[in-house]
């Protein structure tokens, strides 16, 4: 079970730290991401990490986010900054097994392997 939290308003230009809590399953390694979806468009891949600590970004959010992973708390965060309004969107994590397809989810395009999907967390920027 993965359950985001940290969503809400934010003024552009602003700053907010997205959490997702993993419940329930444990992997040697692993892969997990962050993708949004934006009011009437397809869902995008903004960044991964594996359990390597390797990670990769897209384009539109490399310079101004970073994902990181809490082992301990078993918690996934993506911090955002100078918000802008074409960030609103639903923001989810997902989580899957293995690390050797997980990078390419975002640098080409690949289709996710992901076995848990969060339910979503709304960020809207105005």
């Known amino acids: 079970q993965l359950v985001e939290s940290g969503g809400g308003l934010v003024q552009p230009g602003g700053s907010l730290r997205l959490s997702c809590a993993a419940r329930?399953?444990?992997?040697?390694?692993?892969?997990m991401g962050w993708f949004r979806r934006p009011p009437g468009k397809e869902r995008e891949g903004i960044a991964v990490?594996?359990?390597?600590?390797?990670?990769a970004y897209a384009e539109s959010l490399k310079d101004r986010s970073t994902i990181s992973v809490d082992n301990a708390k078993n918690t996934l965060y993506l911090q955002i900054n100078s918000l802008k309004p074409e960030d609103s969107a639903t923001y989810y994590c997902a989580a899957g097994q293995g690390v050797g397809w997980c990078l390419d989810v975002i640098r080409v395009g690949a289709e996710p392997d992901f076995d848990y999907w969060g339910h979503g967390t709304q960020v809207t920027v105005s």
């Open positions: 329930g399953y444990t992997y040697d390694t692993y892969c």
């Open positions: 990490i594996d359990s390597d600590g390797d990670t």
